[in-house]
């Protein structure tokens, strides 16, 4: 495995949270923890980050993912990066790079493994002293090999949602393209079937949303990434959170995360 001379820095990337309670009888309860206080004690907790953290997210369209890395970001101050944001960047400002990138979507073909690589490299080189979530990269085990020859992976998150919830949820998607404002048939419709709430006009099922391309896109997503899967399995890096609804799945990435990155240390007077 790689490793860069900043994942063993040992200068904490989030801030030292202490806390004194004073209680004649105070119980405290933390997922993974479990620590009770004895009556007419004071606790102290001092969560301290030990080193820079580095993992990456990985999961299908319609898995949740982008409302778990955001939840990831707040609660635990990493850095999200979106290989999607940055491709998008790099071809708006016609990079050379972004350039390479659009003539092979142009023509319909995967952005060669190289190209994408030096992509992402690139801007994570520019963060190496920070802690991050990589999110849409690595999606191919070359391109694992070669964030492996660059940064050690601290852990790979997979968000395993069985293909019929995702298959259901995005297909009752419907959008108002104007503003991109989305409804759900089944858990937030639209007031008016088939009506956006604030204009009234229609809305549409976007290409995406289609059953027949749902079904070809977890597909694709599940042939392209189950190697990158098995590699970081078998590298013992791989943690699944399986569920079939986002905030189902939370907690147990919150809980897990929290034993990963933290060590707690207790004082009782």
Same mark, same amino acid.
């Given at each position: 495995?790689?490793?860069?001379?900043?994942?063993?820095?040992?200068?904490?990337?989030?801030?030292?949270?202490?806390?004194?309670?004073?209680?004649?009888?105070?119980?405290?309860?933390?997922?993974?923890?479990?620590?009770?206080?004895?009556?007419?004690?004071?606790?102290?907790?001092?969560?301290?980050?030990?080193?820079?953290?580095?993992?990456?997210?990985?999961?299908?369209?319609?898995?949740?993912?982008?409302?778990?890395?955001?939840?990831?970001?707040?609660?635990?101050?990493?850095?999200?990066?979106?290989?999607?944001?940055?491709?998008?960047?790099?071809?708006?400002?016609?990079?050379?790079?972004?350039?390479?990138?659009?003539?092979?979507?142009?023509?319909?073909?995967?952005?060669? %493994? !190289? &190209?994408? #690589?030096?992509?992402?490299?690139?801007? @994570?080189?520019?963060?190496?002293? =920070?802690?991050?979530?990589?999110?849409?990269?690595?999606?191919?085990?070359?391109?694992?090999?070669?964030? %492996? !020859? &660059?940064? #050690?992976?601290?852990?790979?998150?997979? @968000?395993?949602?069985?293909?019929? =919830?995702?298959?259901?949820?995005?297909?009752?998607?419907?959008?108002?393209?104007?503003?991109?404002?989305?409804?759900? &048939?089944?858990?937030?419709?639209?007031?008016?079937?088939?009506?956006?709430?604030?204009?009234?006009?229609?809305?549409?099922?976007?290409?995406?949303?289609?059953?027949?391309?749902?079904?070809?896109?977890?597909?694709?997503?599940?042939?392209?990434?189950?190697?990158?899967?098995?590699?970081?399995?078998?590298?013992?890096?791989?943690?699944?959170?399986?569920?079939?609804?986002?905030?189902?799945?939370?907690?147990?990435?919150?809980?897990?995360?929290?034993?990963?990155?933290?060590?707690?240390?207790?004082?009782?007077?």
């Amino acid at each position: 495995m790689g490793s860069s001379s900043s994942s063993s820095s040992s200068s904490p990337c989030l801030c030292v949270a202490e806390r004194t309670y004073k209680s004649r009888v105070f119980f405290f309860s933390w997922e993974g923890y479990g620590y009770t206080v004895a009556k007419n004690s004071v606790y102290r907790a001092e969560m301290v980050l030990q080193r820079i953290f580095r993992a990456v997210i990985m999961g299908p369209p319609g898995s949740g993912k982008g409302t778990v890395s955001a939840r990831i970001t707040k609660t635990f101050g990493l850095s999200h990066i979106s290989s999607g944001d940055i491709l998008r960047s790099n071809i708006n400002n016609k990079t050379e790079l972004g350039l390479l990138m659009k003539c092979s979507i142009d023509q319909g073909q995967l952005v060669p %493994d !190289d &190209v994408m #690589s030096r992509l992402i490299l690139r801007d @994570l080189r520019a963060m190496d002293h =920070s802690s991050w979530l990589l999110d849409g990269f690595p999606r191919t085990v070359p391109q694992a090999e070669a964030l %492996d !020859d &660059v940064h #050690s992976v601290d852990t790979v998150i997979n @968000l395993n949602v069985p293909f019929q =919830s995702i298959k259901q949820r995005l297909t009752s998607r419907w959008t108002h393209l104007p503003t991109g404002r989305v409804y759900n &048939v089944d858990f937030n419709p639209p007031k008016v079937p088939g009506l956006d709430d604030e204009t009234g006009e229609p809305l549409v099922q976007r290409d995406d949303d289609t059953p027949d391309t749902v079904t070809l896109r977890l597909k694709a997503y599940e042939n392209q990434t189950e190697p990158v899967l098995e590699y970081y399995r078998s590298n013992g890096m791989l943690e699944t959170f399986t569920g079939t609804e986002t905030n189902m799945i939370w907690p147990h990435v919150e809980a897990f995360l929290h034993k990963k990155l933290f060590s707690v240390k207790q004082k009782v007077a």
